[in-house]
């Protein structure tokens, strides 16, 4: 489900958000799923790789961060 969440906690900290339950880490993976482009039946390792994409380039990061922030 959110296996890549605990890498994320420096965009998650900017976006505001703290996900602790089992549903709001799922509610917060499926939104990183969406902007990036992902289905929700991606495997966790093949969201994780764009997820990476993403957060290399200081663009697609902010509009991730941006997006969660919402």
């Known amino acids: 489900m959110s296996c890549y969440l605990r890498y994320m906690k420096d965009v998650l900290e900017e976006a505001n958000l703290h996900p602790e339950g089992r549903?709001?880490?799922?509610?917060?993976?499926?939104?990183i799923r969406k902007v990036v482009g992902m289905k929700?039946?991606?495997?966790?390792?093949?969201?994780w790789k764009e997820v990476k994409v993403w957060l290399q380039d200081e663009d697609k990061k902010k509009l991730l961060t941006e997006k969660l922030k919402n």
Request: charged share 40%.
């Open 23 to 31: 549903a709001e880490r799922k509610e917060v993976d499926l939104t």
């Open 40 to 47: 929700t039946g991606d495997k966790c390792n093949v969201v």
